[in-house]
């Protein structure tokens, strides 16, 4: 076994005993913290643990989880996630992940960065354990502290009716987004639920019945284009949807589908298209999946992105040439501000 995945008592000195419970290292240097967010070395995911256990003796804690590190189901039975006295933890000004919670399951979502090299000898079947090499955040501490940014785009899209929270109004920010919830919210979006409401569009899947909330969602967004199903007829509600494809959404739903079609198409040209007219902020920074959080600031993002429309004057249907395209900003005569924000909710 990788010496990584061997822990001994001694090597306790130092370490950060989080809620009086798990040992962790406590990681403050901004730096530090900087090098695990380098998707070039290290991948992260939102994760919910299960068969959550503590070694008393050397403070390890082993679990193992209904997803993998992708975020979908393992193929792995006995994959095995580990943190240990060498993984990193953040401390922050305001809170820090609350591994009790963690433990006893009262709050079981915990987002982990894992070194890239670790998950290639999982993937050749070297190891059946992934060794966590930081915790971020749960979802408690998220929860509770939202960021000003987050929440503000949080509260617009609850009072819009766009993503409003389970039954309960908890909106669950750190929850991994699924393929079930995206066509909602990509039908509301469009404005396209009245008809979906009112059962005027059938899903053809074989996993989506009529009696599943999403299935006048799932139906109204194959009825109009805006997602399509797996290849075996199948759409996959419960699975955590991919980045990209949630891009490639709003981006279709703001009228860069043709530009990102004529740039490199999927997922490169939605994602030059998205980085570069504002999708996706200054960073441009995206990863495999997406929480509720990160999805909301994208959604609130989508609202109020310039439209983008095929000029009269274009020449060719098939040039990438970004002239061909104009934006629908209001800086310029007969290209009035158009926006999804204006188009279906007043601008509000």
């Known amino acids: 076994m990788n010496k990584n995945f061997k822990r001994t008592v001694a090597a306790v000195c130092g ?87 963690f433990i006893n399951g009262s709050q079981p979502w915990i987002k982990i960065y894992i070194d890239n090299n670790v998950l290639k000898d999982y993937e050749n079947k070297k190891t059946d354990i992934v060794h966590i090499a930081y915790i971020d955040e749960t979802s408690a501490s998220v929860s509770t502290y939202p960021s000003p940014e987050s929440q503000a785009a949080i509260n617009r899209l609850k009072e819009l009716g766009i993503m409003v929270g389970d039954e309960n109004g908890n909106f669950e920010p750190m929850r991994l987004l699924t393929r079930a919830e995206l066509a909602k919210i990509a ?31 799932i139906s109204a967004a194959y009825k109009v284009g805006i997602m399509e199903g797996n290849a075996d007829g199948t759409f996959s509600p419960d699975s955590i949807v991919a980045t990209n494809e949630i891009i490639k959404v709003m981006m279709c739903l703001t009228g860069y589908g043709k530009f990102a079609e004529l740039n490199g198409g999927y997922p490169d040209g939605y994602y030059k298209a998205a980085k570069q007219y504002g999708l996706l902020g200054d960073n441009g920074e995206i990863y495999t999946t997406i929480t509720r959080e990160a999805m909301a600031r994208l959604v609130n993002s989508a609202l109020d992105l310039p439209f983008m429309k095929q000029s009269d004057s274009a020449g060719s249907a098939d040039s990438a040439d970004s002239e061909e395209f104009v934006i629908m900003d209001g800086k310029s005569d007969g290209h009035p501000l158009e926006t999804l924000s204006i188009k279906n909710f007043g601008g509000k």
């Open 15 to 101: 370490m950060l005993m989080l809620s009086g419970t798990a040992l962790a290292r406590p990681v403050t240097d901004p730096a530090e913290k900087e090098k695990f967010h380098n998707p070039e070395n290290y991948s992260w995911t939102m994760i919910k643990g299960r068969d959550i256990h503590k070694n008393e003796s050397t403070g390890d804690i082993t679990f193992k989880s209904d997803m993998d590190f992708e975020g979908e189901k393992p193929e792995n039975e006995n994959l095995t996630f580990l943190i240990d006295d060498e993984t990193g933890v953040s401390v922050k000004e305001y809170f820090s992940p609350d591994l009790d919670s």
């Open 187 to 217: 039908v509301k979006l469009a404005a396209a639920d009245d008809g979906a409401i009112a059962g005027e569009a059938e899903a053809p899947f074989t996993d989506v019945s009529k009696e599943d909330w999403a299935y006048p969602y």
